[in-house]
């Protein structure tokens, strides 16, 4: 049975985490288990970003990928909810522009039905919500200057008693790659994650960092319905091909989205809801728009 997020109050106004009376941590939560490791320490105040479109020639289809790589995440890497916080849904596009996000993409997994999101939400330093479920975290602490991947339960996030410990955190589903090395197999035994999800061919989202601690984000175009896309295992080889040092899986399918100067640049695959075939996206599958999405990754 589905565990939804423990809501929290969103948009605090200072780091210290304010939870309600009758908040309970879970008593039910998993042993954390993850990994820390450097950001690399520019604080330029402008972030340096290189994007990179890439066809990836496989035995059953050629794929398209976009990397965006920013090498001073420290003060340039964020995580945000919805404009009206969570529950709640937007365009990556419009959360982009209404954030000034020079570049975007779709993050956490979300109920489709509720607009819920899923998995722990930290934003800017200030706590969305927690969610007891055990599902891989990408966190960023601008206090100690270093990223947090894995399984991390909500007393990682906010000790008891204590401060946020972490400035960005956004939740997936199945840890791609741990300290260089594959780690699908493991996560996937660990999260329960089904073998349909794994061997779906879809668009896909990855993000984590380097071995230098710069970000990376990595998103693979496809249309399910034609079965073209990534595997899970595919997003693993390729994670890996690019230089992830820590990688976690994001929402894929007709979610993913990467969003760059004030155009969408990957294959839109989500059907246009009727009434809006005029939001169709340019670069889109036919009859495509954008899905609107409960977080995003943003740099600014």
Sequence with gaps: MMRWPLLLL??????????????EYATNSFV????????????????????STIIKHLPDQDLTVHLVRLTNPLLHFHVYPSLTGCPGRNRTSDNAQARGCFIAGNAGFFDTHTGACLGH????????????????????????????VGYMNEVDIVPQ????????????????????????????SAEKISQAFVNLFAPRMAAGHDINGQFLMLEV??????????????MTELALEYGLYNAINLDGGG??????????????????AAGHEAEHCPAGW?????????TILCIR
Excluded at 256 to 268: D, F, K, P, Q, S
Aim: net charge negative; hydrophobic share 35%.
């Design 221 to 234: 175009d496809g249309l399910e319905s034609a079965n073209l896309g990534a595997k899970l295992t595919v």
């Design 121 to 148: 939400v930290v934003s800017e330093g200030h706590l969305v919500q927690l969610d007891a479920q055990m599902h891989p975290s990408l966190a960023l602490s601008r206090t100690t200057q270093r990223w947090a």
């Design 286 to 294: 036919d009859g495509a728009c954008q899905r609107a999405v409960t």
């Design 161 to 188: 008693g204590q401060n946020l410990v972490y400035d960005e955190v956004v939740n997936g589903i199945g840890w791609l790659v741990r300290e260089g090395q594959p780690y699908l197999n493991t996560s996937q």
């Design 32 to 51: 954390s288990d993850f990994v820390t490791s450097p950001v690399y320490p520019s604080q330029d105040p402008l972030p340096h970003v290189v994007h």
């Design 10 to 23: 969103a948009g605090l106004a200072c780091v210290l985490a304010d939870l309600p009376e009758n908040f």
């Design 255 to 272: 979610s993913t989205t990467v969003y760059m100067e004030g155009a969408v640049r990957n294959r839109c695959c989500d059907k246009c």
